[in-house]
């Protein structure tokens, strides 16, 4: 296990000019012949990379290369002496059928896929595998016509063309790309067509491909990308590049999908969306995740980056794309409000634990291990930064400025930075890259004095970060600051954006009465934690603040001290007792509903578990639970009345509507039917179960069903998975609402569940959604007899024989072990040890399972 570091970076020795492939596809020998242009770049030995591959034949400049010119290892081929100019020739052999890591050249479903970002060409060929080996690509592939009818790569298609049962077409791709952006598809699937135009007049075929039978789901995925195209356009003036643009789906893929030039390649999850089979989170997800891969065509395949550190510089900038884009389809508020709640919910407890790292991490053993949330959700958030501390105008100036700089080249951070400071000369902006470099949430404080002789207002604001492995000691970091001071009314005296980059400092307002509140950091403006605010301040802020993202915000932080404070009663051995104060806070919620209901619907969900946990010394999940329950249940009673009506009201959205009021409404009536079945009335949620074709309204049923062990779970479950047994990506939530259930029974049945005849480990959605989801299910997971971990320790150790990168990613679950009572560490952390004992283990499980053991 060799740790790969930054500041190791040296450039290519050779580059590639021009890549000739030739596939001769065969599900278990597949020969790939690959002819390279080279030249040299820079002092060295030519090493191309290379895993399981059989080498047939080499040749340099057309002749055969005897043994001793050429080494090869397991880590690829060594060429010993090399002119600066020459043409390297290699046929190799591989299998495809048993590449069950779902990286490199695979068989899934009805034929042929590949996926090379991060490492995968290697797997296909010798080829300097790294971003900034940037060549032009021809490929022909040849296989069965019959079984592989369909035949995809990157670029345009030059020719086609079948002999004896077995068919064949040329692919060109004239952009110079990296080798993790190459794709071939070869396999039985029926398109879904369109086009485009873009604004300059380019024509564009737009297909999607999937199985037969599926065809009928695309309609969504084809009108997103037709909207992001657009939409590319209209904000940044980034027009699509080529003639063709083709998605493929394949049900077995290891991550959401890839941004392949040319040819997107997505796991079905994100393309496939009906109302009868898809959620209206599906519904918004396979929008985000169409937008997010074309918006990579320029940030990503355009620019692409010099080295995996750079993955941010594509991840964290692509994110704050499609999270504008998704901002501009729907309401902005809530788009933010779900932003920051995954962000807290996922970044911040890994910036809080031993798998912290930074967004420009300094070091990996295995990098499939670093497509985290701090990669691309916190990347987004600095990205967003700079547009705050810019404004929009400044902002779309540095873009056009990176992209014209960079365009068709490997950039790094700092090119990034470059070409922003170049838009705003006047101002001094190098603070912003410690975000880059430092791990860890800064927490900040404010504290505000009024003078009333000179009329003036003063807030001092100081920020800390903890220490996180590897960096003991913090700077401050450059932060802007949205504030608004309201008057007693919640009108606003002012708003405004502050620049905070000291460990303390002190902001003056002059001329101002004093305000009745501060609200800080408004829309989330800098990913930090603010702490010390009081309860009466938030429960101001929650029923007048303007900014709609701090109205949320102030309930979430109210709610989170009323939780925590029982949770501590609870412990005490005390009766519950609901807080009057997040009674009436709810109940106000319920009474705005008209004024926004998917906004609403945000506001009534509490905090979740797993965030009354981060505020926790030592967590108690059990306590949690039973007080987040008890609340949720006395909430429900209390407020039965306003609960119903609200409930009637929002259920007359038509099913097949998927516009934002209607998600709106559905949102709202489910979030009233969720405190109905949480006050013991499941009867609405049954019958709810029984009358709807809208997959929304039965999962949002079906999930407070599952949640009470009885006939009517078990006769509900049972009937949908009859239903959709043959429906993957259904089945797959009927798998995820078992493991997320709050029923006393729930570690059993996921148990139960791992044997069930549908549960499959080579399929990445399947273990998600039964494995990740339970081991996201806090109270059920953290389990005091250690059932749970052992669980999860289990299938870490079966999947990292065959899929290394998602039983990495499953470790994860283990790491906040410090965070627990004494037993439940001691349980977690010999799961820990259990999976580093296991020989022959991968580096990627390797990695985190060590990372997360400290
Ligand atoms: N750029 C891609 C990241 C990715 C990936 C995709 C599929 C399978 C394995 C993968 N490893 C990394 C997807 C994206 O962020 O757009
Ligand atoms: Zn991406």
């Known amino acids: 296990h060799i740790p790969v570091n930054l500041a190791d970076y040296t450039p290519p020795v050779f580059q590639v000019e021009t890549v000739e492939l030739e596939f001769d596809l065969h599900p278990a020998a597949t020969l790939v012949r690959s002819r390279l242009r080279l030249h040299r770049h820079a002092a060295g030995q030519l090493h191309l990379n290379g895993r399981k591959l059989k080498l047939r034949e080499i040749l340099l400049d057309g002749e055969p290369l005897g043994d001793n010119l050429y080494s090869l290892d397991p880590s690829g081929l060594t060429v010993f002496e090399v002119p600066d100019e020459f043409t390297l020739e290699t046929l190799v052999e591989i299998n495809p059928a048993e590449n069950t890591e779902l990286s490199g050249l695979y ?9 090379c970002e991060p490492e995968g060409f290697r797997k296909i060929t010798f080829f300097p595998d790294r971003p900034d080996v940037m ?60 086009e485009f135009t873009t604004r300059s007049g380019r024509h564009v075929d737009l297909g999607i491909w999937v199985e037969r039978g599926d065809e009928t789901r695309c309609g969504h ?78 940030t990503g395949d355009r620019v692409t980056c010099r080295d995996w550190f750079q993955l941010s510089l594509k991840e964290g900038l692509t994110v704050f794309r499609d999270q504008e884009y998704m901002a501009d389809q729907f309401s902005a508020a809530v788009k933010r409000i779900a932003d920051v709640r995954l962000l807290r919910a996922t970044q911040f407890r890994d910036d809080a634990g031993p798998l912290a790292h930074p967004v420009r991490p300094a070091s990996y053993l295995e990098i499939n291990n670093f497509y985290t949330t701090t990669i691309y959700e916190k990347g987004a958030e600095v990205v967003r930064m700079y547009r705050t501390l810019m404004g929009r105008e400044a902002f779309r100036h540095g873009m056009e400025i990176y992209i014209r700089d960079n365009d068709n080249s490997a950039a790094t951070v700092e090119d990034f930075f470059n070409a922003m400071q170049a838009a705003v000369p006047e101002h001094n902006i190098w603070q912003i890259m410690r975000w880059y470099e430092q791990a ?17 207002f003063t807030l001092t604001l100081r920020q800390t970060t903890k ?41 003056v307002f002059a001329d101002i009465d004093q305000p009745a509140a501060v609200s800080l950091f408004r829309g989330f403006s800098a990913p930090i934690k603010l702490k010390g605010q009081s309860r009466e301040r938030l429960a101001f802020l929650a029923a007048k603040d303007t900014d709609l993202f701090n109205r949320w915000d102030a309930l979430q932080q109210y709610a989170t001290a009323v939780l925590l404070e029982a949770v501590a009663a609870h412990q005490d051995g005390q009766v519950f007792r609901l807080d009057d104060g997040l009674l009436e806070a709810i109940a106000a919620t319920l009474r705005e509903a008209p004024r926004d209901p998917a906004f609403t619907a945000e506001a009534l969900l509490l905090p979740a578990e797993s965030l009354l946990a981060d505020e926790m010394g030592v967590v108690d999940p059990d306590a949690i639970h039973a007080v987040r329950e008890a609340t949720r249940a006395a909430l429900g009673e209390a407020l039965r009345d306003r609960l119903n009506s609200t409930y009637w009201e929002y259920g007359k959205v038509d099913p097949a509507d998927h516009s934002g009021p209607a998600m709106g409404a559905r949102a709202l009536k489910n979030a009233t039917l969720a405190y109905l079945a949480a006050s013991g009335d499941a009867s609405r949620a049954w019958e709810q179960f029984n009358n709807t074709g809208n997959m929304t309204d039965r999962l949002a049923a079906l999930t407070q069903l599952a949640d009470l062990p009885g006939e009517k779970r078990d006769t509900a479950l049972t009937s949908f998975y009859e239903t959709w047994r043959n429906t993957p990506l259904v089945l797959d939530k009927w798998f995820s609402v078992q493991a997320r259930a709050n029923a006393a029974d729930t570690l059993e049945r996921v148990q139960a569940l791992t044997r069930h005849e549908a549960f499959e480990l080579r399929n990445p959605n399947r273990v998600r959604s039964l494995i990740g989801a339970f081991s996201a299910n806090q109270a059920k997971f953290h389990n005091a007899s250690g059932a749970g971990y052992r669980l999860l320790g289990d299938m870490v150790l079966r999947l990292d024989e065959t899929n290394p990168q998602i039983a990495a990613r499953l470790v994860s679950g283990l790491s906040s072990w410090r965070r627990f009572d004494t037993a439940r560490q001691d349980l977690m952390r010999a799961e820990l040890e259990r999976i580093l004992a296991r020989e022959g283990l991968s580096s990627n499980t390797y990695e985190m399972a060590s990372k997360a053991l400290g």
Request: charged share 25%; no cysteine; proline share 5%.
């Open 107 to 115: 068989m899934s479903g009805s034929g042929f896929f590949t996926q």
């Open 135 to 194: 060549a032009r690509y021809r490929v022909r592939m040849s296989a069965d016509a019959k079984r592989f009818p369909v035949l995809l790569s990157n670029g345009n298609k030059l020719a086609e063309g079948e002999e004896y049962g077995r068919h064949w077409a040329e692919w060109e791709d004239p952009h110079p790309k990296p080798s993790y952006l190459f794709a071939l598809v070869a396999a039985d699937l029926v398109a879904v067509k369109d």
């Open 221 to 298: 995925a084809m009108a997103s990308l037709k909207r992001a195209m657009l939409w590319d356009e209209d904000t940044f003036g980034l027009e699509y590049d080529l003639d063709v643009f083709n998605i493929a789906a394949v049900s077995d893929f290891n991550a959401g999908a890839m941004e392949n030039k040319g040819l997107n390649i997505f796991n079905t999850a994100y393309v496939l969306a009906s109302s009868a089979t898809a959620t209206d989170t599906d519904f918004q997800n396979v929008e985000r995740v169409i937008a997010h891969e074309y918006f990579h065509n320029w």
């Open 440 to 456: 860890g949430t800064p927490e900040v404080t404010a504290e505000e004095t009024y003078d009333p002789a000179s009329r003036s």
């Open 467 to 507: 220490p996180t492995p590897g960096q003991d000691e913090k700077h401050p970091f450059l932060m802007p600051v949205a504030i608004g001071l309201l008057d007693a009314e919640g009108r606003d005296l002012l708003s405004e954006t502050l620049l905070f980059h000291k460990a303390e400092q002190s902001f």
